[in-house]
């Protein structure tokens, strides 16, 4: 067949097993409105069959449709309608006829010529689908092989890989559910997600005890499981998230997020390593510092400290009262250590029915030749008994005898972050473009969990540099992305900071943000002492030179005093002289002590500082700012008035075309976060005000980056790193050190204030200035900061807790001094700390009862001094006795015994006439 040749379409054939139609789309077609808006009074949708030819036709509000279709001969339509009710009368179906056409029913019910009197047809039945029970299949089948092996020994199966469920027990009904399943179920789905949100509240404040005592609960497994489910409901999903960081992250997570504007950096080599590169100084992907950081404590396991090995046994006894074979399947626990010579098998009492527990022993070679192979070793029958033992028949640990010593439980954090990390990934790269059914329902319950993980990951340095930067690139892959591509394969990709994410998410991306820029700041500290370091040792040769040319020189004795003056001054003097050269002029600085390459070193320094700490301009402002600064001819008025002026028109000099700078990752990204935060606040109106503090303060943070240097370099102690074990010692003494400077202080005040007392009661006046009470704030303030350090050292300071109660009335007066006297310090060595809040006793509190009572006894001298109205009692003092009695309140077990203490000192008080301060 030729090019020319034309070819015509004969016939067409389609074939369909069903023809579905929708209303809208039928009520569009007939109407002329071009809004597309639906009937508001409703519509008349019409079928038509023609039984001679055989085609089907659809009209809509009595005009008729392009739908037309051929049935084939002996063809049988079922007609369906499937819709959303929305009200009792939403749908009516009828047998009409038009003059042209007969009912249905003409067609279907042929019997009215077997009866002799007419009769009306029967009445239609329309069938309804009705949900009557809904199951859950698993998304994999178990591979199972089966095998007979003989007739005598039967049949062996064998599964490959189990497939893991989560089941929910409901013991009023005595079944069990697949926790996926609880989607159908929406008051087992909220009780179950306020479920985990009271486990979360438990181990609130580092309740370790609580928290150890959960994982029998919610163990790894469960964790695991819950957060690799795709199919897990969103609450539940959030509820397994949160608890998992309430159990084993949030204790040391909190205590690395107070303690992250301080830096205590040795002066170790591996600095001027890390530093060696630039870039190192202004990065917000590498983890490695040299600073000192809290490493993560967590225990080793929940109920031993070794790896566990488990088999299971089936015996089968014959017991006296029943006289037949029972099975019991009997767990036995290995720790890999010695080879065992037999088995201790133990059986709790309510599996027997018995009054006591029994313990059999068995060779264990001779029952599992395979558990010999390896080296184990059984725990004694003692400790089985006490671990195993329980009401619930389980096999849980839960004998703590005491909580000192604990931490939070183990759990495997490796796992958890690569997880975490692909996961994340996954969810921004199905999220590139509308996602109709995201993990957990919706955006924020697909983003949220994964982002808090991530940040409690980061906090306590789990996350490694290679997730870091997988992180920043998710985030922003325009800039972090080496590879990217703007206008091939990632013409349309998008960062977290590009999608339209729910409010929840931008909560979440902000701490993340946050905890980046923490880290960048502590690069740049760290680079700072690195320069610092070799800067400094120069300028100290430098002064060396300039010291022994002056003493070998023949200067006349006033010259060289005069030259000698810089050495003679204290050293904090001598580096502002030194270093004081950033406003002087040409003539003063050749007289400035220090010389031309220090100068020029410090300054390539500072302008290299500023040059990152700045946020860049973008490319839009980089154009207006050369349309300003280039040379334009000026116009000829300007001229005309020059030339009359007698002046001579200015030779525009040449301007010399500056290198653009070369701009890394993360300065880059300071643009991009503002101009993000920026369009954040712009585009909707924002509901959280938590999430419009945490923009702003971001916001803040870009343009405050010197600042931010400057107040953490207050809070910066450089020491060697000779000396670490030194200062170690040093911070646990100093302590001591201390307190007992602020007893001293306050023995001495007593003995002072007794002494002016007359033994008429006259006051005598004492000329010298009484300046105990600023050495009690400032050992105060120090205490106060030695508390919050560690745990440990809130221990220490616990010690001398009835003394700080003893003394706890002196300096409430004044309301400066709030965080500055010794009931502060009392509260701080038990703040946050649930064992030892728990060993508070009611003769500590009896003290501070007294002490609240007399609040109502007497005015506040200070505040009647200034001219405040005489109230009767002293409120700032009531206030911060009531403060610490908030701090005495723990959850856990003994909350019973804690309220116990405070009605007792409640009722104390009552007893002391204390009724204004209620």
């Known amino acids: 067949m030729s090019e020319s040749d034309e070819v015509y379409l004969a016939h067409s054939v389609e074939r369909h097993s069903c023809y579905m139609f929708r209303a809208d789309e039928l009520h569009a077609e007939v109407t002329s409105d071009t809004g597309g808006k639906g009937a508001s009074q409703g519509m008349f949708v019409g079928c038509f069959i023609d039984t001679a030819t055989g085609f089907i036709t659809l009209q809509c509000d009595g005009k008729e449709t392009r739908h037309k279709y051929r049935m084939e001969p002996g063809t049988k339509l079922f007609p369906g309608v499937f819709l959303e009710p929305t009200s009792k009368e939403t749908l009516q179906i009828e047998l009409g006829r038009t003059p042209t056409t007969l009912p249905l029913s003409a067609a279907v019910l042929q019997n009215s010529d077997k009866h002799v009197i007419p009769q009306m047809p029967p009445r239609l039945k329309v069938q309804i689908l009705k949900p009557h029970q809904w199951s859950r299949v698993p998304n994999t089948s178990l591979k199972i092989h089966a095998l007979k092996l003989s007739d005598i020994r039967g049949w062996s ?21 697949d926790i996926l399943e609880l989607i159908e179920y929406d008051k087992l789905l909220s009780f179950h997600a306020h479920s985990l949100a009271l486990y979360c509240a438990v181990c609130y404040q580092s309740n370790y005890r609580a928290a150890h005592t959960l994982c029998s609960h919610v163990d790894q497994k469960q964790l695991l499981y819950a957060m690799q489910s795709e199919y897990m409901s969103g609450p539940l999903r959030m509820g397994f998230y949160n608890l998992l960081i309430s159990l084993h992250l949030e204790s040391f997570a909190n205590t690395m997020e107070v303690t992250q504007n301080e830096f205590i950096v040795p002066l170790r080599p591996e600095l001027k390593e890390i530093y060696a590169q630039e870039e190192m100084g202004n990065s917000m992907s590498a983890t490695h510092t040299e600073s000192f950081l809290d490493a993560v404590n967590i225990s080793s396991h929940t109920q031993y ?35 065992p010579a037999a088995i201790t098998l133990f059986l709790p009492s309510h599996t027997l029915a018995a009054a006591a527990p029994l313990v059999f022993t068995f060779d264990l070679r001779s029952i599992c030749p395979a558990c010999c192979s390896e080296q184990f070793t059984i725990p004694d029958s003692q400790s089985l008994h006490s671990t195993y033992d329980t009401p619930s028949g389980g096999y849980i640990s839960t004998n703590i005898e005491t909580i000192k010593g604990l931490s939070s439980p183990h759990f495997p954090l490796d796992v958890a972050r690569e997880f975490v990390m692909c996961a994340l990934s996954e969810a921004v790269k199905t999220n590139q473009v509308h996602n109709r059914d995201p993990i957990g329902g919706s955006n924020e319950n697909l983003f949220v969990p994964l982002l808090k993980l991530v940040d409690k990951l980061l906090l306590v340095g789990i996350l490694q540099d290679d997730d870091i930067t997988k992180l920043l690139i998710m985030i922003d892959p325009r800039n972090w992305d080496p590879d990217y591509d703007p206008e091939g394969k990632d013409e349309n990709r998008k960062g977290l900071v590009d999608m339209e994410i729910a409010e929840g998410v931008k909560l979440q991306l902000c701490y993340v943000l946050h905890h980046l820029l923490d880290l960048q700041k502590r690069h740049r500290v760290e680079s700072l002492i690195a320069f610092a370091h070799d800067y400094v040792g120069e300028v100290q040769q430098d ?42 002029t040409d003539e003063e600085l050749e007289e400035t002590p220090c010389g031309e390459d220090l100068r020029k070193k410090l300054l390539d320094y500072h302008d290299r500082l500023m040059t990152k700490a700045k946020i860049p301009a973008g490319p839009e402002e980089e154009g207006e700012a050369e349309e300003t600064q280039s040379p334009e001819s000026k116009g000829v008025v300007s001229k005309f008035v020059m030339i009359l002026g007698g002046q001579k028109e200015e030779v525009a000099e040449e301007v010399v075309a500056q290198e653009p700078e070369v701009l890394d990752p993360a300065d880059k990204f300071k643009k991009v976060l503002v101009d993000t935060i920026v369009r954040w606040a712009s585009e909707s109106f924002i509901e959280t005000p938590v999430l419009i503090r945490e923009m702003f303060s971001l916001l803040v943070r870009q343009y405050n980056s010197i600042g931010e240097m400057m107040a953490a370099l207050e809070k910066t102690y450089v020491i060697s790193s000779n000396t670490k074990k030194d200062v170690e010692t040093l911070w646990l003494c100093l302590s001591k050190n201390v307190m007992a400077v602020m007893m001293n202080t306050l023995g001495r005040r007593a003995q002072a204030a007794g002494e002016t007392q007359t033994p008429e009661g006259e006051v005598t006046q004492t000329k010298e200035k009484d300046t105990s009470h600023e050495m009690v704030v400032a050992c105060c303030k120090f205490l106060c900061y030695f508390c919050r350090t560690g745990r440990q ?77 005489d109230l009767g009692w002293d409120p700032v003092e009531g206030e911060r006795y009531l403060d610490f009695l908030r701090f005495c309140v723990w959850v856990g077990d003994c909350v019973g015994g804690r309220l116990t203490i405070l009605n007792l000192s409640w009722h104390s008080l009552k007893q002391n006439g204390l009724t204004c301060c209620g």
């Not at 199966?157 to 559910?177: G, N, T």
């Not at 009931?823 to 009896?846: G, K, W």
Request: aromatic share 10%; with cysteine.
């Open 157 to 177: 199966m064998l599964a490959e890989d189990a497939v893991p469920m989560l089941a929910l027990h409901i013991p009023e009904e005595d079944r069990c559910i």
């Open 305 to 339: 400290d070794m790896t566990f090995f488990s088999c299971v046994f089936i015996f089968f006894f014959i017991f006296p009262s029943s006289r037949h074979l029972t099975p019991l399947v009997a767990l036995c626990v290995f720790v890999r250590r010695n080879p």
């Open 543 to 584: 002064q060396l030179r300039r010291y022994i040319e002056i003493k070998q020189s023949d200067l006349p004795s006033s010259v060289a005093a005069k030259k000698t003056r810089e050495f003679r001054c204290p050293p904090r003097e001598q580096m502002n002289a030194i270093l004081g050269f950033k406003n002087l």
């Open 793 to 869: 050292n809130q221990k220490a300071m616990f010690d001398h807790l009835p003394f700080l109660l003893e003394n706890s009335y002196i300096l409430l007066s004044r309301p400066s001094l709030r965080g500055s006297t010794p009931l502060d310090v009392a509260y701080s060595s038990l703040m946050d700390n649930t064992e030892l809040a728990l060993a508070l006793r009611e003769h500590h509190l009896e003290k501070i009862a007294v002490y609240l009572s007399r609040c109502g006894l007497q005015s506040n001298s200070e505040l009647v001094e200034k001219g405040y109205p």
